[in-house]
């Protein structure tokens, strides 16, 4: 199976590294090509992975990826990827209010709601008194989880990765309990 994953570059998102660290036949874009070729590259793939900060509309390119060439996309993954998404069955959106994006155009895989990975986003969804070791707790366990369970069928991840990522939230990680209740899957 060849594996496409998409993940800016941005320093704020590298917990997300390990996730894809194991994966044989990736390709990895991390910026410094068009949007085009990045439609391409998921018509050409098996499975995508779609990662890092995001809204509703989509994954934020973090000014990395070009639109044309005149000049840079807000978003690398928008309503101009969905055809493309449709036909993918393993496709992983993970990136903060991807259920929305995920929900809307009718997309399959595993996606997240607002998932918090960095203190201030905590205290902005209402979490107060956590601090970075928390923060910083969650996002390697999710990450080395996620990782852990990737190679299973989308339904299956998505439980695998509930038990383990809850185990931290049931230790009393604010963070992780939080993020544990916005993990999300589809298979229409």
């Known amino acids: 199976m060849n594996t496409l994953i998409i993940h800016p570059e941005d320093p704020t998102t590298t917990f997300l590294d390990p996730i894809y660290a194991g994966i044989p036949n990736q390709t990895r874009i991390q910026g410094h090509c068009s949007k085009e070729e990045v439609l391409d590259l998921i018509q050409a793939q098996d499975r995508v992975l779609m990662m890092g900060h995001g809204t509703s509309l989509g994954l934020l390119s973090m000014g990395k990826f070009q639109v044309n060439s005149f000049g840079w996309s807000a978003y690398i993954i928008d309503e101009k990827a969905v055809g493309l998404l449709r036909a993918k069955k393993d496709s992983l959106f993970i990136w903060c209010h991807a259920e929305q994006f995920v929900n809307e155009f009718g997309l399959k895989g595993f996606f997240t709601g607002m998932f918090v990975s960095e203190v201030a986003e905590a205290i902005a969804y209402g979490l107060p008194r956590v601090n970075q070791e928390q923060v910083d707790e969650s996002n390697a366990c999710f990450a080395e989880v996620v990782s852990q369970y990737l ?4 339904p ?7 038990l383990g990522y809850g185990k931290l939230a049931e230790a009393g990680n604010p963070v992780a309990h939080y993020n544990q209740a916005r993990l999300y899957h589809t298979i229409h």
């Open 151 to 154: 190679h299973l069928p989308i």
């Open 156 to 162: 299956e991840l998505w439980q695998q990765v509930r």
